[in-house]
């Protein structure tokens, strides 16, 4: 009868490899020590594994090197032999000058095009929508890698897996209390498991182990069956197209079509709460949404009309043509019945073949800064409102008319619009064209620059910064107390709502960087006047 230890370490060797998840490096301490390690060999090779119950090849030892066979001359081998061993785990040592690594085989990591996150010490693959799969997981004594990504890898590449397994518990008590002899115990080959199991005494008759050393064959799927091009294409032929809600009926009943463009009207229009862009907004390191348009890095992109002021729209044949699957089925969730016609701007765009501007807030807030910065850096070498840095670059991206009414969104669109004007004034840059005898602030530099270049300037003008500056200051970083109740009062915030005060705050933004364009300051930026306040 086989003692606890042996009972567990069969069963969890049985279940090894059978999950989403395959640990292929090991080395605990504990009650029972581990050593796991993997190694690949082609699939000819695998068929000889069943008959040796020790290790095939040790993985440890393969690395890149010279070989010498008899008195041939030496020959370089990638991994240091003939029969196409390689180890899919490599442990590197530094003679302890260095710090102890572990490093995944190249090629596994290279053709998944895994990306490194050594923070969290996990590697993952970008997927065709977007989105990301975790991988490989990474700890200084345990390596895992996800099943699928691995077996797709074998299948590919025309290999098995070797798992090899050395595991060993001590006992403080001889061995004939546990029953047990010295020596081999038993072999066995079952399901791909190949072991020995032996037993033997420790430093003294007083102590005793248990070891089961072997190794477990893992295969991949058939290529085929292993989703990865080019075999991946009779998977894409089973892809789904969503229907879309397109018209109402005489009986008010919704009528869908397929977004399918072999099979629909492509340029009819498809509606979606604006909410749908929520997504894209929140993650702007991946998504961009422009005027537009609504892209994933160079992965996908769509032509979407978001000059509504409550609803986007897309053609239904861009929906199934230039969404992933994943996608449509999100966009699905935000359909509605046809509200109206396509905005004016759309409609010029796409059948009139016109230049046309648009007319949201947002957007024309976002081209009016684009076109301040870009004529002051033609005629003066610097940007009136410094460029955002790589941290901050999200608040210029995630700007939006909030598509809520939620004081928390309204919070955050303040805090963004007053770190893309407020806290981006040039002031270093104003410095050196004026000289104020006391130190002034940002909104104030720049006031005084508008007063002495710019022509019909009002106090007004820069009224919407120091609104920005108030509302951020003491609603959306701060707790909303009687500055804040003052500015909600004079923006009529109670009245209009949250939507319509930040459109408002948007436009005179507009107005504001309009004027901006009109200043002309002396000379060039070489020789530029000083001016004393």
């Known amino acids: ?14 279940e090894l490899g059978t999950g989403d998840w395959i640990i292929v490096y090991r080395r605990g301490e ?26 095939s090849f040790d993985p440890f030892d393969l690395r890149p090197g010279c070989t010498c066979y008899g008195n041939r001359d030496p020959v370089y081998e990638r991994f240091g032999n003939s029969k196409r061993y390689e180890p899919l785990v490599i442990e590197r040592h530094f003679s302890s000058i260095r710090p102890d690594s572990l490093e995944i085989l190249e090629e596994f990591r290279l053709y998944h095009n895994l990306s490194e996150d050594q923070s969290s010490q996990r590697f993952w693959k970008v997927l065709e929508d977007g989105s990301e799969q975790e991988v490989i997981r990474f700890s200084s004594n345990k390596v895992e890698i996800r099943t699928v990504e691995l077996k797709q890898f074998l299948a590919i590449k025309g290999a098995s897996l070797l798992i090899f397994f050395d595991i060993r518990t001590h006992y403080e008590q001889p061995l004939k209390d546990l029953e047990l002899e010295e020596g081999i115990q038993g072999t066995e080959t079952v399901e791909d498991v190949t072991y020995t199991h032996t037993a033997g005494s420790g430093m003294t008759r007083e102590r005793s182990f248990e070891r089961i050393v072997g190794q477990k064959l893992i295969r991949g799927f058939t290529r ?41 009207n492509y340029l009819t229009a498809v509606f979606f709460k604006s909410e749908v862009l929520n997504k894209y907004y929140e993650n702007t390191s991946k998504y961009s949404v422009r005027d537009g348009y609504l892209g994933c890095g160079s992965l996908w992109g769509v032509a979407i009309d978001n000059d509504h002021e409550e609803h986007v729209s897309v053609f239904l044949g861009d929906l199934g043509r230039d969404l992933p699957e994943n996608e449509r089925s999100y ?10 016609g396509i905005s004016e701007t759309a409609f010029r765009r796409s059948f009139l073949a016109e230049f046309a501007a648009p007319s949201r807030s947002d957007l024309r807030f976002k081209d009016a800064l684009y076109k301040l910065n870009e004529r002051w850096i033609k005629n003066y070498d610097w940007q009136l409102f ?24 309204f919070d955050s669109q303040i805090m963004n619009l007053t770190k893309i004007l407020v806290d981006s004034i040039n002031e270093k840059e104003i410095g050196k064209l004026i000289k104020f005898d006391q130190p002034e602030k940002g909104i104030s530099k720049i006031q005084k620059m508008a007063e002495l270049y710019g022509k019909n300037f009002t106090e007004d003008q820069m009224a919407v910064l120091r609104d920005l500056q108030t509302l951020r200051s ?32 948007l436009e005179k ?10 200043v002309e300051l002396p000379g060039a930026p070489s020789s530029r006047q000083s001016h004393r306040r």
Not at 1 to 13: C, G, H, N, Q, S
Not at 509 to 518: D, K, P, Q, V
């Open 224 to 264: 085929e069956h292993s989703g990865t091009w080019p075999y991946s294409e009779s998977v894409k032929a089973k892809e789904h197209y969503a229907s879309f809600i397109v018209a109402v009926d005489k009986q008010g009943k919704n009528v869908t079509e397929t977004c399918d463009a072999r099979k629909n």
């Open 30 to 55: 504990g009650p029972a020590v581990q050593v796991v390690t993997s190694g690949l060999l082609p699939l000819e090779e695998s068929i000889k594994t069943t008959v040796n119950q020790s290790w």
């Open 509 to 518: 933004s507009i107005a504001l960087l309009s004027f901006l364009s009109t």
């Open 474 to 505: 003491s609603a959306a970083a701060h707790r909303k107390g009687d500055s804040y109740m003052k500015v909600a009062g004079k923006l009529r915030l109670k009245d209009l709502g949250t939507k319509a005060v930040f459109v408002e705050l």
């Open 386 to 409: 410094k460029a955002l840095t790589k941290d901050d670059a999200h608040c210029l991206n995630s700007l939006r008319v909030p598509a809520t009414s939620e004081q928390r969104e």
């Open 331 to 340: 966009w699905r969730s935000f359909n509605v019945p046809p509200p109206g």
């Open 1 to 14: 009868m086989p003692t606890k230890f042996a009972a567990e370490t069969i069963r969890y060797l049985r």
